[in-house]
């Protein structure tokens, strides 16, 4: 494992936005662990979540934003739930996420897929159509036959609809100006938990 | 009047960011200033003998020293003034440390404010007056509230000391938490074998008065003579013909109730002695429970009391003790386990605090010194113990460290290890806080020699599964999750202010912090004292403490006590208000709204009523003396000229400045 140099390699500007973007201390981790002892994926994960607060102490920007980790997180908020320091850790994710995608990395590509998916779909129908999803999906992913078997199933149990549903009264409509909204913002920095990625 | 100025650089404090040369040589041009110099520290011994010469040369008739706050060199400076033969109150401080240098990196503005703070400090010093101390009697008695070790061993050393004591405690018996120890730590000797000696001295001191069941209810008095209405719990028994023989615990009928001395873990009578211990060791009966008492039925015990002691219709007594001290020593209450439902806390039964664990290793506990698990009673082969339960946790409103739970924790484990041989134990802990004297070797000695397994990591949950509790926690030092399976799981309950700390704080006027906790006069210098003179802290009242801490305080608490009452006569602070008679209309205000009593309206021989302000009592607060609609009571050294001195002094500044 490399030596890190913890003044040269140290990125103030990213501990600075972290800090910035989630709203969060992060001076106020003292490493006690909870959160990954409470995670649901910490088996998944390539870096457990109390070292990747660890990191962002640092400034390691690099290893944080291309590690897998912050794709894997379900935000399930266990974290922020046992977090003795009061830190919303699963917020601290999310910006994460934000970031590594704004810097062009997306090391869980299926990840990605699957959220851009799910976004073409709301904005197109004004709610998901999860046929189409499941569709498109399958073709990005490269195993198009992977979650086959599931579709008999749930089409039984009326899970999968042939024709998207359309939301009722204006529904549609109040969708559509959320995306136009979000895609005429005029701040810079996208606030979190906007449809960017939508997590 | 011949008035001498010395303006201090405190080092650099205070001449890096003020013109101290410039402040004195304005000094000089204020009126009746005859003398005003500049010095490096002028509470050092040269400066003051500086200060005492020049008022004997230049026969000045008072003194301004511009420096620190008053409150950490007043007295030096008074003291000083007295030795050259002025009147200690005829001088005046301006403080240009706290009040200028620090606060400011201005130095033409700092200057200026300093030069208009001894301007303001000269003004009044010219209006002020020659003022005498009176002096009064002191009760050689001191009030001990809280009869835990910190108690019990102040007690015995004021005892010791010739004084009379009066300790009050809460409970039946004196003993407090250590009594309910099994072991103590770094030396894993018996607890109650060597607080027993001390609870039984304290029993038998013919010094020291026992108030059991008892509850300090108000306080009134001042330093030297303080009186203490103490409520005395009634017990149904009447101690003075109680022998403590036991015979009613062993036919009450009503058996249910849930032993608090054993932590709830046991079950226990209706009427009884809490531990073989006792002191003193006399039979109380437990009003909820009672079936006499509740239900009106029953009275074996009365029956059986072969002295006679059972009596139903005893009710609580309110007596006062005039004392010239006053000792708290309330110690502690635990924190309350329920809070973290992650933890199954009074879901699961074999997830018990520490202190009922403690309770389970006692040879005199429920089980009998054997560790069995509350849900079946079986011997339990894995315990894990998890620390910082309530402590450095500020999602829970505790952010700070209990001090002493990592020393108790390693204790246990060993404990454990000792009790079970084939037992495996585990400790998840954040960082090992072990700097007592051989603590860390204990520690050391957990791990080891008895194979304590130590993982440094946060639980984030317990659960049932297949008889086990799985305690799913992290090692962060591995990076990863970890789980052990425990047959009994201890929480390392950190420490809160005892119950009612803060109330009894408002009854002692001494503070208390965000948590409940009572705060010292000064937490270096000044660490048993409170900012109420004759009020006195010791043990974990003031904050988490170990049995040595605490024992040490209490007997520094002694040592003050004993310090101020070997004085037959204390001097009155003649600070205090004066009521001029000739001008007070009777009107009775002031008397409402002293906070102290120190006012009385005394009827003249025309039938008409004055205020008198009783010497002793009064305080100094100067309430009385804003509410007066015809100023007629004035704070002796803050009369209304000498703060208006003062004021017309910044006013004068204020026109210099704003005309230029």
């Not at chain 1, 999860?130 to 195993?143: H, M, N, W």
């Not at chain 2, 949950?461 to 009994?488: F, H, N």
């Not at chain 2, 102290?596 to 009827?603: H, L, P």
């Amino acid at each position: 494992m490399q030596t890190i140099n913890l003044a040269a390699d140290c990125d103030q500007a990213f501990m600075d936005a972290v800090a910035r973007e989630s709203g969060q201390d992060l001076k106020s981790c003292y490493q006690c662990g909870n959160c990954t002892a409470g995670c649901a994926y910490s088996q998944d994960y390539d870096i457990p979540v109390h070292q990747i607060m660890r990191l962002v102490q640092l400034g390691q920007k690099e290893r944080v934003l291309s590690c897998r980790s912050i794709w894997l997180c379900a935000t399930c908020q266990a974290c922020t739930t046992r977090c003795p320091n009061n830190i919303e850790v699963a917020t601290v994710m999310d910006v994460l996420r934000h970031m590594a995608r704004r810097a062009g990395k997306a090391p869980e590509r299926l990840v990605k897929s699957f959220t851009d998916g799910f976004l073409a779909s709301v904005a197109r129908h004004g709610r998901v159509f999860e046929a189409g999803l499941a569709a498109v999906f399958a073709l990005k992913s490269g195993k198009p036959l992977q979650d086959a078997g599931l579709g008999p199933a749930m089409l039984t149990r009326g899970k999968l609809a042939f024709l998207p549903h359309q939301p009722g009264g204006r529904g549609k409509e109040e969708v559509a100006e959320i995306f136009a909204r979000f895609e005429n913002r005029t701040d810079a920095a996208p606030a979190k938990k906007t449809g960017e990625d939508a997590q | 009047m011949r008035i001498g100025v010395m303006v201090c650089h405190c080092g650099n404090n205070i001449a890096a960011t003020v013109d101290v040369e410039a402040v004195a040589a304005a000094a000089r041009e204020f009126p009746d200033v005859v003398y005003a110099t500049d010095h490096m520290y002028a509470c050092s011994d040269p400066g003051q003998k500086t200060l005492e010469q020049t008022i004997r040369d230049l026969k000045l008739d008072g003194v301004v020293v511009a420096s620190c706050s008053p409150r950490m060199h007043e007295l030096t400076f008074r003291r000083a003034v007295e030795r050259a033969g002025l009147n200690r109150y005829m001088f005046e401080m301006a403080n240009i440390r706290e009040h200028v240098a620090w606060i400011s990196l201005d130095r033409k503005r700092n200057t200026q404010k300093a030069t208009d703070l001894v301007r303001m400090a000269v003004e009044k010093l010219r209006v002020d007056r020659p003022l005498t101390a009176k002096s009064f009697d002191v009760q050689k008695r001191v009030l001990i509230v809280g009869g835990g070790v910190a108690g019990i061993q102040a007690a015995l050393d004021c005892a010791d000391g010739g004084l009379d004591v009066v300790l009050v405690e809460r409970k039946s018996s004196i003993g407090g938490i250590m009594s309910k120890l099994d072991k103590t730590f770094p030396t894993v000797d018996c607890s109650v074998c060597v607080l027993g000696p001390k609870m039984v001295d304290a029993g038998q001191n013919p010094r020291i008065t026992l108030h059991m069941l008892s509850e300090v209810e108000e306080v009134s008095g001042y330093v030297g003579n303080f009186e203490v209405k103490v409520r005395k719990h009634t017990t149904y028994v009447d101690w003075t013909k109680c022998t403590g023989c036991g015979a009613c615990e062993e036919k009450c009928p009503s058996r249910k109730v849930p032993d608090a001395f054993n932590e709830n873990v046991s079950l226990t009578t209706a009427i009884g002695i809490p531990f073989p211990q006792a002191t003193p060791k006399r039979a109380t009966i437990n009003a909820e429970h009672c079936l006499r008492l509740t239900k009106g039925k029953c009275g074996v015990c009365e029956k059986i009391c072969p002295t006679g002691a059972i009596d139903y219709d005893l009710k609580d007594e309110v007596v006062t003790e005039k004392v010239g001290a006053i000792i708290a020593a309330t110690g502690l209450n635990l924190f309350d386990h329920r809070k973290c439902g992650e933890y199954g806390a009074g879901r699961y039964p074999d997830v018990v605090t520490s202190l009922a664990y403690e309770r389970m290793l006692s040879a005199s506990g429920p089980t009998a010194g054997h560790i069995k698990r509350p849900s079946d009673g079986a011997e339990p082969k894995t315990v894990v113990f998890i620390a910082c339960v309530g402590s450095r946790d500020r999602s829970l409103g505790r952010p700070y460290c209990s001090n002493f739970c990592c020393m108790y924790t390693a204790k246990q484990a060993i404990l454990t290890r000792d009790h079970i041989p084939d037992s495996k134990a585990y400790v998840f802990y954040m960082d090992i806080r072990a700097n007592g004297k051989g603590y860390e070797e204990f520690v050391r000695r957990a791990q080891e020699e008895y194979g304590v397994e130590y993982v440094r990591g946060r639980v984030a949950q317990v659960y049932p599964k297949d008889g086990k509790l799985i305690v799913r926690g992290t090692d962060t030092l591995l990076g990863q999750q970890v789980e052990v399976p425990a047959d009994l799981v201890v929480l390392a309950v950190g420490v809160e202010a005892a119950k009612g700390a803060p109330e009894l704080a408002e009854k002692l006027r001494i503070s208390y912090d965000a948590y409940g906790f009572f705060m010292e006069s000064h937490p270096k210098l000044r660490p048993v004292e409170t900012n109420t003179v004759g009020v006195f802290l010791a043990g974990a009242c003031q904050g988490p403490k170990d049995i040595p801490a605490s024992v040490a305080q209490a007997s520094a608490a002694a040592g003050k006590v004993l310090a101020l009452l070997s004085k037959d006569k204390l001097e009155s602070d003649p600070q205090i208000a004066q009521v001029a008679t000739n001008r007070c209309i009777g009107c009775g205000k002031c008397e409402r709204t002293c906070p102290f009593g120190a006012i009385r309206m005394r009827e003249l021989r025309d039938g008409s009523k004055r205020a008198e302000v009783v010497e002793t009592v009064c305080q100094g607060c100067g309430i009385c003396s804003v509410t007066c609609p015809v100023r007629a009571i004035q704070l002796q050294h803050f009369t209304d000229s000498q703060l208006l001195a003062e004021v017309n002094a910044l006013c004068r500044i204020w026109d210099e400045t704003t005309e230029s």
